[in-house]
């Protein structure tokens, strides 16, 4: 028995102490406690549960926030990820299947002959006609040990081409044609479809004193090889070198199915070498732009007389600056032909003062205007990389990366679309016999990328809800619902459980919801204050990325516009809506006047294209050049870089 701590006596018992711990040890026992092992702090929580229930219950809250709070540390949804990019794997593929003739392939030249039930005789019997062997036939048994080492699609439709058409299409007399010798020469030059020419060599056979299975041999490694490499030409052409989604989880492409098969075919009708190795590229009129300018700027003077205008350069009008020379050289130089003819007088006039005076504030409007930055007159570091523009061979690099990017493409975009530039943000609307339709946009910042991808247009909706989506709600809704529970129900939201039942956001378990323990939906009601403003144009995708209004009408007027969270916000969204539509504006701004959430379908096909290209033609057909702000042309040449080594490993093998 314990001893009292002053006195060292044993302590009193009062009747009512023994009364009421025998009533709380009652009590406890009752209600399943084991006292024993109920900690002092435990206690006091235990007397505050049975004595001052309130006060516990609001224990238990400040508790469970201080533990949210913790947790929501934590409690993270990762953005997608850059990928350390795989090239295409080359493999060994055995022609030996090639090596012998199939019954199926010997088609004697002699006509059916329709029989009767009467007996035959030996004179109603006609002789079989001998098998002809070509030369191809006599010299398939050299396939028996060879092989190629190529991409599996292309080692796949050699056999298959050879197994259908058993004859030889790069070969005669015991060596190469012309045809062949044409196309030889022609896929040395494809670097001017921003490809590799290494990729495509073929050696010429030596075949001099030669003779029987040796020269076979010669000629059909030949014919083997030269087919390998016209379809690897094509399949680069067509698909790309590079599969976009193995670079990013931002880019979501389909790779282009190619017909080889009937591509080889093809070569082997064609009357002209050097047309058939031309059409294996991208058709579209956007390829055929960028082929121009990629030969324009291989034949220009490297940078001979590059303008520099010195960093830090900052002007206002009615300042004075040793630079102003320089910039108005620029614009001079880098302004378009119908830009310094509407100011060619203040060009002309121009004796190099170093004063900022009005008619150069005008000019260096115009020239902001016509390089889509905000015409302020004020020059700074935008304006200024503008005038200066980039080295030729920075654009040359830029232009070869926007070929390859435009393989992934569908080759003809369509007549009627949406084609939105995340590097140019800017988004526009084509259709035959209407004004296009061009306007600035908002992307997503660089932690919250836009996808590269390409959808169909479906939906306009008035007067939308704004569904906030996971990633959001788990990102940046949690810490503020860890300090106020109650944050969403006063700010506008909706909460609402699977099955559709709304309740307060005070009363949900935020952490169980970040560990995907509960599931909630969450969504802005209506309104001025509506993320997606008064109308959106949904093409559902797996992105969740769509075109909308915005609130925050500010950011337009930046000459940078990263700043959503991946969704595509639109400038002047009401007459985006009414051109997907086939309607007015003003059609547009009746049924979003009525406030009512609705919905209306859009008739036609119309595609919308979700880009990034850092080089890219105009609607007047110029290339323009954009800075690269989600750094994907660093990851993008990483991975031709890495192509090219696999391919360098084969050819060196």
Known sequence: MALSECTGKKPKRSVLGTSLRAGLMATVLFSGFNLVSVEPASAQGLFQRLFNPEAHRRQQERERQQDLSKKVVTAKVSAPRYLNYTADSWKKVSLAELSEIKSAEVKPDVQPVETTDAPSTESDSLPQAPVVLTAFDTARPALKDMS??????????????????????????????????????????????????????VDLPVTEGLEGEALDAATMRFEMEMSAAVLTYVLDSRRGRVDPNRISEYHDLPRHEVDLVAALEGFKAAANAETAVAKAQPQSEHFRKLTEELARLRAEDEDADQIVIAPGTFLKAGKSSPEMKNIVAAIAKNGSQELKSAHEETLTAYDGAELYSPELVELVKAFQKEAKLTPDGIIGKNTINAMVGETNAAKIAKVELAMERSRWLPEELGERKVFINQAAFTATYTAPDEAPLSMRVVVGKKSNQTNFFYDKIEIVEYNPYWGVPYSIIVNEMLPKLANDPSYLDRAGYEVTTPGGRQVSSSAVDWYAVASKQQSVNVRQYPGSSNALGEVKILFPNRHHIYMHDTPSKNLFNKDMRAYSHGCIRLQDPKAMAAAVLGKSKDYVSSRISGGQNQQEQVTGDIPVYVSYFTAWPELDGTVAFYTDVYDRDMHLLKAIEKTEAEREKVRTS
């Open 148 to 201: 190629l080492t190529v991409l599996p699609e292309v080692g796949s439709a050699v056999i298959s081409f050879y197994r259908e058409h058993p004859d030889f299409v790069w070969v005669k007399d015991g060596k190469p044609t012309e045809k062949a010798i044409a196309v030889r020469s022609s896929l040395a030059e494809t670097g001017k479809f921003a490809l590799n020419p290494e990729d495509y060599v």
